[in-house]
């Protein structure tokens, strides 16, 4: 069984076809980033699958077309991350993350031990015991993101969703996130989608990539089959050097254009 299925998933704002006859499937514990360039319809293809935007085609989420699962029970199966997740004023950090605990209780019931602990176990993971208390809308775009995080994995669904999850966090924090990311994968056999600008971080974590351009994949596969200089050339217009690492990553290093002046020469 697999972990998401996506038949033929198509979208259209008014005239404007955004995802255009879009498939594949996602193994259990399964690391797939979605890549492309700006308007690609990468966003718009996480929000298609969670079903907050009008599609065509399937969606199949462990098994069950996931129009048939009412609210509870997709979150119980799938966490997402936003791009740019909301900050509600008046709610401290702790009870921002104990949300992701909402579909394994009840609708009028308490928290449990189980959900505080789990809440916490996120808050240290993520480096947030130190904001437990502050307001979420007094967090830096940075400390959002990883609050955000902290909140699906919380809510330990098999599958999270992650949309440009390393988009508000610098270098630093983008290595450590995204470790924290894949030890979790492998430690709970999460499956994860994501979608991110930076190529070097979309290989390094990925089992497995899809390059949508213009709203249609056009390559899909490992790094070493997808991120290659004149397939990265092609989709984003960019000069880049690809270099495998000893470790087997890949490495994408952008090239200087030639100066304005230098090419009228």
């Given at each position: 069984?697999?972990a998401?299925?996506?038949?033929?998933?198509?979208?259209?704002?008014?005239?404007?076809?955004?995802?255009?006859?879009?498939?594949?499937?996602?193994?259990?514990?399964?690391?797939?980033t979605?890549?492309?360039p700006?308007?690609?319809?990468?966003s718009?293809?996480?929000?298609a699958?969670?079903?907050?935007?009008?599609?065509?085609?399937?969606?199949?989420?462990?098994?069950?077309?996931?129009?048939?699962?009412?609210?509870?029970?997709?979150?119980?199966?799938v966490?997402?991350?936003?791009?740019?997740?909301?900050?509600?004023?008046?709610m401290r950090?702790?009870?921002y993350v104990?949300l992701?605990?909402?579909?394994?209780h009840?609708?009028?019931?308490?928290?449990?031990?189980?959900?505080?602990?789990?809440?916490?176990e996120?808050?240290?993971?993520?480096?947030?015991?130190?904001?437990?208390?502050?307001d979420?809308?007094?967090?830096?775009?940075?400390?959002?993101?990883?609050?955000?995080?902290?909140?699906?994995?919380a809510?330990r669904?098999?599958?999270?969703?992650?949309?440009?999850?390393?988009?508000?966090l610098?270098?630093g924090?983008?290595?450590e996130v995204m470790?924290?990311?894949?030890?979790?994968?492998?430690l709970?056999?999460?499956?994860?989608?994501?979608?991110?600008?930076?190529?070097?971080?979309?290989?390094?974590?990925?089992?497995?990539?899809?390059?949508?351009?213009?709203g249609?994949?056009?390559?899909s596969?490992?790094?070493?089959?997808?991120?290659?200089e004149?397939?990265?050339?092609?989709?984003?217009?960019a000069?880049?050097?690809?270099?495998?690492?000893?470790d087997?990553?890949?490495?994408?290093?952008?090239?200087?254009r030639?100066?304005?002046a230098?090419?009228?020469?």
């Amino acid at each position: 069984m697999t972990a998401l299925s996506v038949e033929s998933l198509s979208v259209a704002f008014g005239d404007a076809i955004v995802l255009d006859d879009v498939s594949f499937e996602v193994g259990p514990g399964e690391w797939l980033t979605v890549i492309g360039p700006n308007g690609a319809g990468k966003s718009t293809l996480l929000l298609a699958i969670m079903g907050l935007v009008s599609h065509g085609g399937k969606v199949t989420v462990d098994g069950h077309h996931r129009s048939d699962l009412r609210g509870r029970e997709l979150a119980g199966r799938v966490a997402f991350v936003p791009q740019h997740p909301m900050r509600p004023s008046g709610m401290r950090v702790f009870d921002y993350v104990l949300l992701g605990r909402t579909p394994h209780h009840s609708l009028f019931a308490t928290e449990s031990e189980n959900d505080l602990d789990a809440t916490r176990e996120a808050l240290v993971l993520l480096d947030l015991e130190s904001l437990a208390d502050r307001d979420v809308s007094s967090l830096s775009g940075g400390e959002a993101q990883r609050a955000a995080l902290a909140r699906a994995v919380a809510q330990r669904a098999p599958l999270v969703i992650l949309d440009e999850p390393n988009s508000a966090l610098d270098i630093g924090r983008q290595q450590e996130v995204m470790g924290i990311i894949d030890d979790i994968r492998h430690l709970q056999g999460l499956t994860v989608i994501s979608t991110f600008h930076d190529l070097a971080l979309a290989g390094q974590f990925s089992d497995r990539l899809v390059l949508l351009d213009d709203g249609r994949i056009v390559a899909s596969g490992d790094a070493h089959d997808v991120l290659t200089e004149p397939i990265i050339e092609s989709a984003y217009g960019a000069s880049v050097r690809v270099v495998s690492e000893t470790d087997g990553t890949i490495s994408v290093t952008p090239l200087r254009r030639p100066r304005i002046a230098e090419v009228r020469r």
